[in-house]
């Protein structure tokens, strides 16, 4: 079984809806992150958190808003959805300390029409 | 604030041939350095990482690469292309003493010719 795994897998909505995706972890990892993936600007950072009582912005969390329910789950949410949102979202997980390796999860691959 | 330069969007090569994937970073403490490879319909997996023990890295597959603090590179190389080195290679950056985030690269997309 896999790691991180990412629920949805793809997606397709319509514009004003509201989404969640949804990331399990079954590595024991405090830290969790969400990027999304566009062609040609690789990824961005839309919000992490550290552990269950830390949230923390990324680069481009305007939209998006997370939920850390436990240790190992790690929701984000598109309160309404809009086409430039159509991209690829990815889960990643890692443990405490320095320059540890990020585990990310499958993707979801989300349209928005 | 830091930031990854990848040149080239696209590189082509032939199998057996060498392969040099360039990445230049901006920070202004010293950075950890990475490389991590997409495969097709994937997420992201590590291939190396630079975190100060030793400038030349040695990554899965075959990979390595060398850090250089004068040029501000952590460029990628392997000897002799293979068919399944195809792929999107990504280059990231993030702080010793920092927070921990990662700063991506746009990427490089690698295909391999036979």
């Known amino acids: 079984d896999a790691d991180v795994t990412q629920t949805p897998r793809n997606r397709i909505t319509k514009t004003g809806k509201r989404i969640m995706l949804e990331c399990s972890q079954t590595k024991g990892h405090d830290r969790m992150y969400w990027y999304r993936q566009d062609p040609g600007l690789g990824l961005r950072l839309i919000y992490y958190?550290?552990?269950?009582?830390?949230?923390n912005k990324g680069e481009i969390s305007d939209g998006y808003s997370v939920s850390r329910q436990a240790q190992a789950k790690f929701s984000l949410s598109l309160e309404s959805a809009i086409p430039n949102q159509t991209a690829l979202y990815f889960c990643?997980?890692?443990?405490?300390?320095?320059?540890?390796?990020?585990?990310f999860g499958p993707g979801t691959r989300l349209t928005v029409l | 604030a830091q930031s990854v330069t990848q040149l080239g969007s696209h590189v082509s090569v032939s199998e057996g041939a060498l392969v040099l994937l360039r990445c230049n970073y901006s920070s202004s403490v010293p950075p950890y350095l990475f490389w991590y490879v997409q495969y097709p319909n994937q997420g992201l997996q590590l291939l190396l990482k630079?975190?100060?023990?030793?400038?030349l890295v040695k990554g899965i597959n075959g990979f390595e690469a060398e850090f250089k603090k004068s040029e501000t590179s952590f460029h990628l190389t392997k000897p002799s292309a293979h068919m399944s080195d195809a792929a999107e290679y990504f280059c990231?950056?993030?702080?010793?003493?920092?927070?921990?985030?990662?700063?991506f690269g746009k990427g490089t997309k690698l295909t391999v010719n036979p």
């Open positions: 958190s550290f552990d269950v009582k830390d949230i």
């Open positions: 990643a997980t890692s443990d405490w300390g320095e320059a540890n390796e990020q585990f």
């Open positions: 990231a950056v993030s702080e010793k003493g920092g927070s921990e985030k990662l700063v």
């Open positions: 630079y975190t100060s023990a030793a400038t």
